[in-house]
């Protein structure tokens, strides 16, 4: 797991959204788009509905495409094994079965008669060549296959063309062997790194990237990927899976400003919008009424208190971290800064994960209470005299000020201590020194899920010598939980498990948990059934007009 993920810079979902949020400025006649709702060559159909979106990065390969403008695209493109459903639960896709007796080999059936739009069928071997293609060739994705034998830690094949741990069994049954067991190997089959690929883009990945043919619930269609202006999609009739499209397709358009394409919305000039810009975040829910979007997404922000910081380890350490957490008054901050667009964490996970539970029994370290977190600092105190500042560094470059100044005016509030934020010029200023170790204060810190499991958020963070944890932080017991809980016979055994090593994670707080980012977003007027999901992105294909 790449450590800067640590730091909300790459994650698929948001790290594209989090580019367009930086654009500034602009109107509704700066889109690229044709703006009179007219897409031309009249392609498109009054059943067709219009979203924003932003140029893909790369050619339309799954493995290779890790970022919003071409994820989404790619999965309307392809089913993968399984499926997320709005609330992040699980449902087989393109699989029959995956099933395990040890949580180390799996093996995989898929549906039969499955084809892709090309009409070539869909078999074992187009999903174990999609992966070792992406795995080969060093794909943005490719980590995801780190877990499987005959790959490096970095997900690269570490021999020959082919992961040892893929074997295909015949056309419609194939196994994957990891290095060691994890019982939610399955949750994470929906994400795209796990998507087939047709015999004609195997041969040739130029021409496939391109011009990409799938197995999911579209295709190409009306002007197909009309580059830096507009993507359409249009149902495929070789779909047979339970994703099907209540619409007469999609027609993305790559507007240069979240600016203009709420403008648009606002004008009734687009459907769908999945992201409010900064400007708009106090007014759009006043504007647009019951089409605002405003809900908990699988993104978690906290803070990091390093093991090695001086006076924040062993008895003395817990009780100044559960001091600190309870001097923070999250509803306060997320309403007055955030405009209600965040929600004070209960959890080190997100409430949209299944499993989720907002009241685990340490959770009360997260409340507000002034006069505990007073009193647990003075049995600090006993224990040694805190002297010097507590310091929170952030980026600069990264809007982060007004939350880490209000934190720290609580914390000079409510435990009479200097607190104060430390601005770095740039996140690879500050990154520098928390990857060298040689930074000296608590530090800012997030997560987004790369699939909707709660071990996601817990292992690569907060695991003795894991890749991300940063704090590094280390308990015994807590590492235990995770082995047992990736050796758990079934999911709910894994999760009861995981909850277990929260509650650990709640009582010394290697990190302090302080919200969920939600995700902001309307639609227009004509729009029905607009869902949006786990992830924060619509389920385009529940959309109607």
Avoid at 111 to 137: E, H, I, R
Avoid at 394 to 402: L, P
Avoid at 490 to 518: F, K, M
């Amino acid at each position: 797991m790449s450590l800067k993920r640590t730091w909300l810079a790459v994650p698929a979902v948001l790290a594209l959204s989090l580019a367009a949020c930086s654009s500034g400025g602009g109107t509704s006649s700066e889109s690229g788009a044709d703006q009179s709702g007219d897409a031309g060559a009249g392609e498109v159909s009054a059943e067709m509905i219009t979203a924003n979106s932003t140029e893909p990065q790369n050619p339309l390969i799954p493995t290779n495409t890790n970022e919003v403008g071409g994820g989404r695209v790619v999965d309307l493109l392809f089913s993968g094994l399984v499926y997320y459903a709005a609330d992040g639960s699980v449902h087989n896709e393109a699989a029959e079965s995956i099933e395990t007796e040890d949580s180390q080999t799996y093996t995989i059936k898929l549906k039969a008669d499955q084809t892709f739009s090309d009409g070539t069928p869909v078999t074992a071997a187009s999903y174990v060549d999609a992966w070792n293609l992406g795995a080969k060739n060093e794909h943005l994705s490719a980590y995801f296959f780190a877990p499987i034998e005959g790959t490096t830690e970095d997900g690269l094949i570490e021999s020959g063309d082919t992961m040892s741990g893929l074997t295909v069994v015949d056309d419609t049954t194939f196994t994957v062997t990891l290095k060691q067991p994890e019982s939610d190997f399955p949750l994470r089959l929906g994400y795209s790194a796990f998507f087939p690929l047709p015999q004609s883009t195997l041969d040739d990945p130029e021409k496939g990237g391109e011009e990409p043919i799938g197995n999911g619930p579209y295709k190409l269609g009306g002007e197909g990927w009309v580059h830096n202006e507009r993507l359409q999609l249009v149902p495929s009739e070789s779909y047979t899976g339970e994703r099907t499209p209540a619409n007469g397709g999609i027609d993305f358009i790559f507007y240069p400003t979240q600016t203009a394409a709420y403008a648009d919305l606002l004008s009734g000039q687009l459907d769908v919008l999945d992201a409010i810009p900064d400007e708009a975040l106090a007014t759009f829910e006043q504007e647009l009424g019951d089409r605002a979007i405003n809900q908990p997404a699988a993104v978690f922000q906290s803070f990091t208190i390093p093991e090695s910081l001086e006076h924040f380890a062993g008895e003395e350490g817990i009780l100044r971290r559960q001091a600190i957490s309870m001097a923070i008054n999250r509803e306060e901050i997320t309403t007055a800064i955030f405009s209600g667009t965040r929600t004070p964490a209960r959890d080190f996970t997100s409430p949209v994960i299944d499993g989720w539970d907002g009241n685990l029994t340490n959770a009360t370290v997260l409340d507000f209470d002034a006069d505990k977190a007073k009193e647990l600092w003075a049995e600090a105190e006993a224990i040694s005299p805190f002297t010097g500042k507590f310091e929170i560094a952030y980026n600069s470059d990264g809007g982060h000020q007004a939350w880490v100044d209000a934190v720290a005016n609580q914390l000079v509030n409510n435990l009479g201590i200097d607190a104060v934020g430390k601005p770095y010029p740039d996140f690879k200023s500050l990154r520098d020194e928390v990857t060298s170790r040689t930074i000296k204060t608590a530090f800012r810190t997030g997560w987004q899920a790369d699939y909707p499991a709660l071990g996601n958020f817990l292992g690569p963070l907060y695991a003795t010598g894991a890749g991300s944890n940063d704090g590094d932080y280390s308990n015994a017991d807590f590492d235990a939980l995770l082995n047992d809980a990736a050796a758990a016979a079934t999911p709910e055994e894994g999760t009861a498990l995981l909850q277990d090593a929260q509650e650990i994670l709640l009582e010394d707080l290697p990190a302090v948990p302080l919200w969920y980012s939600n995700v902001t977003g309307g639609y227009a007027e004509v729009a029905q059934n607009v869902e949006f999901g786990w992830n924060s992105v619509p389920l385009y294909y529940e959309i109607s007009k």
